[in-house]
Nanobody
Framework: QVQLVESGGGLVQPGGSLRLSCAVS????????MAWYRQAPGKQRELVAH???????NYTDSVKGRFTISRDNAKNTVYLQMNSLNPEDTAVYYC?????????????WGQGIQVTVDS
């Protein structure tokens, strides 16, 4: 069974940093784009950062210069380094990946991990 397992969330003070990790487990034969989304209470889920297999990464405007998405393809893992966090970054963060598994290409989601920025 293919799974995306997230880790690294928690409570942090404004101005602090966190690094989220998302590891792919299970029988896969390829990984295409990987991304992080977030959903704050009462708001729609939004794309935070996107990392294609090749080419430039992309970020939503509110995190540019503060967040960095990176991939370790050897470990089938994607990271989100979050710096200068502020309360508006409080949300459940979701990992997303396009994976080639037993049934072909499909879109997979992690279970979500809470990030809370509060003093």
């Amino acid at each position: 069974q293919v799974q995306l397992v997230e880790s690294g969330g928690g409570l942090v003070q404004p101005g602090g940093s966190l690094r989220l990790s998302c590891a792919v487990s299970g029988a896969i034969f390829g990984i295409n784009a990987m991304a992080w989304y977030r959903q704050a209470p009462g708001k729609q889920r939004e794309l935070v950062a996107h990392a294609p297999t090749t080419g430039s990464t992309n970020y939503t405007d509110s995190v540019k210069g503060r967040f960095t998405i990176s991939r370790d393809n050897a470990k089938n893992t994607v990271y989100l380094q979050m710096n200068s966090l502020n309360p508006e970054d409080t949300a459940v963060y979701y990992c997303n990946a396009a994976l080639y598994g037993m049934g072909g290409w499909d879109d997979y989601w992690g279970q979500g991990i809470q990030v809370t920025v509060d003093s």
